[in-house]
């Protein structure tokens, strides 16, 4: 049985800096597609960025160059850092893998 639990949003202030972590079990993140949506309100989940078992990296126009998505192999987590953050960012923020399974979601709010 797969898992995966999202951790570490908060509230922070605009051009602050988060970073989440996603820690899977059943399955590793190493060996699977491992992507970051986020879902504000009102609107549709959206793509943010993805790893593949190769480290590819791709990410969406509007976070490239200030997030980046990484992998702890030994921990069997995948990690958002997420810099210069705008209150655009604003969301729910959910860790995927193999477009199949999904975590809870970390609330992460841009905010002064």
């Known amino acids: 049985q797969v898992r995966l639990v999202e951790s570490g949003g908060g509230l922070v202030q605009p051009g602050g800096s988060l970073r989440l972590s996603c820690a899977a079990s059943g399955r590793s993140v190493s060996a699977n597609v491992m992507r970051w949506y986020r879902q504000a309100p009102g609107k549709e989940r959206e793509l943010v960025a993805s790893?593949?078992?190769?480290?590819?990296?791709n990410y969406a126009d509007s976070v490239k160059g200030r997030f980046a998505i990484s992998r702890d192999d030994a921990k069997n987590t995948v990690l958002l850092q997420m810099n210069s953050l705008k209150p655009e960012d604003t969301a729910v923020y959910y860790c995927n893998m193999n477009s199949v399974f999904w975590g809870q979601g970390t609330q992460v709010t841009v905010s002064s």
């Open positions: 790893i593949t078992s190769g480290s590819y990296r």
